[in-house]
């Protein structure tokens, strides 16, 4: 009988509240499009006002900079003075950080922005692009930078900054993922640390002499890491795997592209890899950066500002430490994919939107970039002026890897992407981890990947 | 909890002041409960339904941020959660974890509980330290667990190889897409076990000694004295603490997600990690909404089913 | 039979024993971790005992990383301010639905039951979209409010179970008195009913102290995060994990809720068992 009775009362307070629902949401609505009015008002009243280059600011401004690494060591020191630098020289310009830890940090964009919040800048990995662009929440940069401005950028940045043929956002400074390596351990092991494998061949004849290898712990040497937890930027960087092998994964229409030798021979290559013990299982890129960082790993693939990781967990890494291009597998030559720390603006009225735009051209000055690329990330600078710069071009975390740039392609940007990439993560766990066989794995993967892709 | 009954009536008066007084408890029982509904209906109960009605639109971030209404789409994120074969192997996990965790969590908790009911010499302080890891922030707990694990360096690899007697060298519970929910569990048993034991030794306190003593002069083993006196008179206790346990691992988020993300190969993919990843990383709020909606569905039956089963056991 | 005793006396000692070895020796092997120093730690096979102790990491978790003490401040401040307010609410509330049974209780219990399951996941956007509407993104009002409303339902069905336990007489004594409602609720039933009320506070304590996902959604400025969102903040970030610091942090997160615990476990206890029984 109670139970009857609870079950009803318990449907009747879901019909209640659905009323309320109704009630409730509809308010929200309209409420919504009366900002959304008022918006437009003031941008209309702003746009006749405005003419110049040089925008007047009538009041003080406050930029809302979302950024997750102001409050991560490696980074911290950097980000404050930058805020202090410009602050100072902008007066009645306040940038106000607002952070997220890295891996929410997208997720937490969309939450505040959708919960009403303005952000004005966001700084964050090139493949949060297409989904802030397709949200609507950031704005295409051609709208506020000059096309003199933007052309002093590498026009191959500036590609990997598309969605769908318009670029979102502004690259501050940008790596393909490079192989670095341990000269203490290649000398070890009897090879010659200055010449590092180039194809995947030579490093799997080399391997086995690593693999030998012990710390003075007695611990054991891996030969070769590569990421392939379950987070987004492990999918790009088996993307990048998959470039190596000259293979594809999307096409430019954002479609999947996988029927090639190089997607097939890249997960062959990661299931031998861990059939043999060489790579570290499921790990991420800080496990990565934190097992050479203590000697631990020979080789591994990352983006060259992770450099900044390992050095945090051992500063002596940077006597050991050298990098080198991606490796080449199959009938690929070794391309990689750009990854770009990309700056990218929200659309809150003209004031903020300038206030922002000055904000970003400081961060790209020399005075402000070059000593953070030779310090603190180490990475390509956008600028093409600075690229001349002597601690770049000879740094020994850069410089073995300086040619891939060149031949780096850039992703293709879709708002599905990070779920893909979380995808891909999974089929190189199925060949791994879970021992499955690669042709029926692709197989499974590709029918998950359609589904994701159209979504 | 859930079967309260409120066996208080209002008060009996005589004559016409008792229609006013019934008013005026009305009256002032209303005001007393109406903050309180007023905060669970507007930040739990409307947000919920709010969600499971976006699993009926087609609903995404730009909805949002444009401020456009979501377009029904004839169930179309249902459909798709059952052709992408993701929705079932997270049904399974989702079940293989909470019960796996539930029935562990009895089973030890009423361990530790019996012993530490009996004359003990030291139980008061063991029932102190014992609580220790209940404190620890779930978070926290994650952190400490995955320090454990870790495949490289960690303890338990230490103490596999030691049992294993130098065999396995390469132990890695969240690695290995066989063990990785079994070292969740784990991290979620860790920090759920000293509540429940808690709970469970207090009951026990209520058990009568005469009764007790009067089956074992009847000759009753201590098994048939569990299953006939103490299980029985430990009721209610029970169905709190299993109900508890049932919503909170059914809910398990933060620890799934910081421990593995759902990997390695979907293996500890639970609703809670797959609706995340429909509304936060797919930014496909309808689809995610669709999942919680599944989620919370099945929440509800099996509470109520237990619920009934253990309204059902009290006869005998 | 003494040597059965016997034999059952030590199978009791070594459940106990494995059940504690699991239970606490990972906040044993977390200790002696932060004592370690950085590379003794990345040591295999591990030591378990520190080859050098050293109080490194905390001197630097003291000395340089000032934010994370304001972390735990807001911690106990958004903590604090939800029990008082959780304890508050589930009193008047608890007592009302324990004494005046009229229909709509029936409803009022099932929307609580339901209320207390729906995961946070679920009502995260909804939330968030509401604290907007009301200037609440951002404050540790609207995280309290948020957080004070994850609670209720459970503080509210738990303290009216402690109003179950008092006989109505009372009241009925004082009314007849000519005491009124209020002055009967607060100077008569919630002297009788201060278990409960202890035991409503510390639990919602804990329980808030634990959140991770209303403050991570929620808060924005650094300088407002409470702990968990804190520490996952500064150290699960992009680059790496410093593992040294995260069990030098999770000794310092754990002590203080730890001697709270013990200080008022004979209340919590009484009370959350107390609670349970009767509901």
Redesign the interface.
């Known amino acids: 009988m109670?139970?009857m009775k609870?079950?009803l009362s318990?449907l009747l307070?879901?019909a209640l509240?659905?009323s309320?629902?109704g009630c409730?949401?509809a308010q929200k609505?309209e409420t919504?499009?009366d900002?959304?009015q008022t918006d437009e008002a003031q941008a209309t009243n702003e746009e006749t006002s405005e003419t110049s280059d040089n925008y007047e600011f009538t009041e003080p401004v406050t930029i809302k900079f979302a950024n997750y690494a102001v409050l991560e060591a490696g980074y911290d020191v950097f980000w404050n003075n930058a805020k202090k630098g410009f602050e100072e020289k902008y007066p009645d310009i306040t940038v106000e950080f607002m952070t997220a830890e890295y891996g929410q940090m997208?997720?937490q964009v969309?939450t505040w922005?959708?919960g009403g919040e303005k952000v004005d800048l966001v700084f964050g990995e090139a493949s949060w692009l297409p989904?802030l662009a397709?949200?609507?929440?950031i704005l295409p940069v051609t709208d506020t930078f000059s096309e003199d401005y933007l052309s002093q950028i590498y026009p191959s940045m500036m590609d990997a900054m598309k969605v769908y043929g318009i670029p979102y956002g502004v690259p501050m400074y940008a790596s393909p993922f490079i192989m670095f390596y341990n000269k203490d351990l290649f000398e070890q092991a009897g090879l010659d640390p200055n010449s590092p494998p180039t194809t995947v061949d030579e490093m799997m004849e080399m391997a086995p002499k690593l693999a030998a290898l012990k710390t003075a712990d007695g611990?054991?040497v891996y030969p070769f890491g590569m990421t392939t937890?379950?987070?987004?930027v492990s999918g790009s960087c088996l993307t990048s795997l998959v470039y190596g092998f000259g293979g594809s994964v999307l096409n430019a229409d954002g479609q999947l592209d996988i029927d090639n030798a190089g997607f097939t021979q890249t997960f062959e290559f990661l299931k031998e890899l861990d059939d043999k013990?060489y790579n570290?299982?499921?790990s991420k890129l800080k496990d990565l950066r934190n097992?050479f960082a203590l000697g631990?790993l020979a080789m591994y693939y990352d983006q060259s500002w992770g450099f900044n990781g390992v050095r945090s967990i051992n500063p002596e890494a940077a006597n050991f430490v050298a990098s080198a291009a991606p490796l080449a597998g199959g009938q690929g030559t070794g391309e990689s994919v750009i990854q770009a720390h990309t700056l990218m603006m929200g659309n809150n009225g003209e004031a903020q939107v300038e206030a922002t735009k000055l904000f970003i051209e400081y961060l790209l000055t020399e005075d402000v970039l070059v000593p953070y690329l030779e310090n603190v990330a180490p990475g390509y600078p956008s600028m093409m002026a600075l690229s001349e710069i002597q601690g770049i071009k000879e740094s020994p975390v850069l410089s073995g890897a300086l040619k891939s740039l060149d031949t780096a392609k850039s992703a293709t940007n879709i708002?599905?992407i990070?779920?893909f990439n979380?995808e891909l993560?999974?089929l190189s766990?199925?060949v791994t981890?879970?021992d499955k066989e690669v042709g029926q794995s692709i197989e499974e993967f590709k029918?998950?990947a359609e589904?994701?892709l159209s979504? | 909890?859930?079967?309260?009954?409120?066996?208080?009536?209002?008060?009996k008066t005589k004559g016409a002041p008792f229609l006013k007084r019934i008013t005026?408890?009305?009256l002032?029982?209303?005001s007393?409960?109406i903050?309180?509904?007023i905060?669970?209906?507007?930040?739990?109960?409307?947000?919920?339904?709010?969600?499971v009605?976006r699993s009926f639109q087609d609903y995404?971030?730009?909805n949002?941020?444009?401020?456009t209404?979501g377009q029904w789409n004839e169930f179309a994120n249902y459909m798709?959660l059952f052709?992408?074969?993701?929705l079932l192997p997270s049904i399974e996990t989702t079940f293989i974890f909470v019960g796996g965790v539930v029935l562990a969590q009895f089973i030890?908790g009423m361990?530790?509980a019996l012993?530490?009911n009996?004359n003990?010499k030291g139980a008061r302080f063991?029932r102190?330290?014992?609580?220790?890891?209940?404190?620890?922030?779930?978070?926290?707990s994650g952190?400490?667990?995955m320090?454990?694990y870790?495949?490289?360096?960690?303890?338990l690899?230490?103490v596999v190889?030691i049992f294993s007697f130098g065999k396995i060298t390469?132990f890695?519970m969240?690695?290995?897409?066989a063990t990785a929910l079994f070292g969740i569990a784990i991290a979620a048993l860790?920090k759920q076990?000293?509540l429940t034991?808690?709970?469970l030794v207090?009951?026990l306190a209520?058990v009568p000694d005469e009764t007790m003593e009067a089956a074992r002069v009847d000759g009753a083993n201590s098994v048939n004295r569990f299953f006939h006196i103490t299980i029985p008179y430990m009721k209610?206790?029970i169905k709190?603490?299993t109900s508890m346990a049932i919503?909170e691992n059914?809910?398990q988020?933060?620890l799934i997600w910081?421990m593995?993300?759902?990997?390695?190969?979907?293996s500890t993919s639970t609703l809670?990690i797959l609706?995340?990843?429909e509304?936060?990383?797919?930014?496909?709020?309808g689809?995610g909404?669709a999942v919680?909606?599944v989620?919370?569905l099945l929440?509800?039956v099996v509470?109520?089913l237990f619920?009934?089963i253990f309204?059902e056991t009290k006869m005998d | 039979m003494k040597k059965k005793q016997l034999i059952v006396n030590i199978i009791?000692?070594i459940?106990?024993a494995l059940?504690?070895l699991?239970?606490?020796f990972?906040?044993y092997?977390?200790l002696i971790?932060s004592f370690k120093e950085n590379m003794e730690?990345?040591?295999?096979?591990?030591t378990f005992f520190p080859q050098f102790p050293t109080p490194d990491a905390y001197i630097k978790l003291f000395t340089e990383d000032q934010y994370f003490f304001r972390y735990y401040m807001n911690n106990f401040i958004v903590s604090g301010a939800c029990a008082i307010l959780t304890t508050f609410?589930?009193i008047?509330?608890g007592?009302?639905?324990?004494?005046?049974?009229?229909k709509w209780?029936k409803w009022?219990?099932a929307?609580?039951?339901?209320?207390?399951?729906?995961?946070?996941?679920?009502?995260?956007?909804?939330?968030y979209?509401?604290m907007g509407d009301m200037n609440l993104i951002n404050t540790q009002l609207g995280l309290v409010?948020?957080l004070?409303?994850?609670m209720?339902?459970?503080s509210?069905?738990?303290m009216?179970?402690f109003f179950?336990s008092i006989p109505?007489v009372l009241?009925?004594a004082a009314?007849i008195d000519g005491a009124g409602?209020f002055k009967i609720l607060f100077s008569v039933i919630i002297p009788l009913v201060k278990p409960g009320i202890v035991a409503v506070g510390i639990y919602s304590l804990?329980m808030t102290?634990?959140d991770?996902?209303h403050a991570t959604t929620l808060i924005q400025t650094d300088s407002l995060r409470t702990?968990?969102a804190g520490?996952?903040v500064r150290y699960?970030g992009e680059l790496s994990y410093d593992?040294s610091l995260?069990?030098t942090?999770?000794v310092i997160?754990?002590i203080p809720?730890?001697l709270l615990?013990?200080f008022f476990?004979k209340h919590l206890?009484?009370g959350?068992?107390q609670g349970?029984?009767?509901?």
């Open positions: 109670s139970k609870k079950v318990l307070i879901f509240t659905v309320l629902v409730g949401g609505e919504k499009t900002s959304a997208l997720t969309v922005v959708g989904t397709d949200a609507g929440i611990n054991q937890a379950s987070v987004g013990g570290p299982q499921v097992l631990q708002p599905t990070n779920d979380l993560t999974a766990q199925a981890v879970n029918k998950v589904i994701i979504n | 909890m859930q079967n309260k009954s409120i066996t208080f009536g209002s008060h005026k408890d009305r002032f029982a209303l007393l409960l903050p309180s509904i905060v669970t209906v507007m930040f739990i109960l409307v947000p919920v339904l709010d969600s009605i995404r971030i730009k949002i941020i444009a401020g209404p798709k052709s992408n074969n993701k030890l361990a530790m012993v530490l009996s003990l063991i102190s330290i014992m609580m220790a890891p209940w404190i620890v922030p779930t978070i926290i952190l400490i667990w320090w454990i870790q495949p490289q360096y960690g303890l690899k230490y190889e390469d890695a969240l690695n290995n897409p860790w076990i000293p034991a808690l709970l207090s009951g209520n209610s206790i709190v603490t919503i059914f809910k988020f933060p910081t593995t993300g759902g990997g390695p190969n979907n809670a609706s995340y990843r509304a936060f990383v797919s930014n496909n709020l689809s909404a919680t909606t989620w919370m929440m509800v509470v109520i619920n009934i309204k | 009791q000692y459940v106990v059940i504690l699991f239970l606490l990972p906040l092997w977390v971790t730690a990345y040591k295999f096979p591990p609410m589930a008047i509330s007592y009302a639905l324990s004494r005046f049974n009229f209780n009022i219990i929307a609580f039951t339901s209320a207390q399951m729906f995961p946070v996941v679920s009502r995260m956007i909804s939330l979209g509401l409010l948020a004070t409303a994850a209720i339902p459970f509210t069905m738990l009216a179970s179950d109505k009241e009925e009314f409602r804990l102290w634990d991770y996902l702990l968990s520490v996952s699960l593992w995260i069990n942090i999770s997160g754990i809720m730890l615990f013990f476990q206890v009484k959350l068992v349970a029984v009767k509901g």
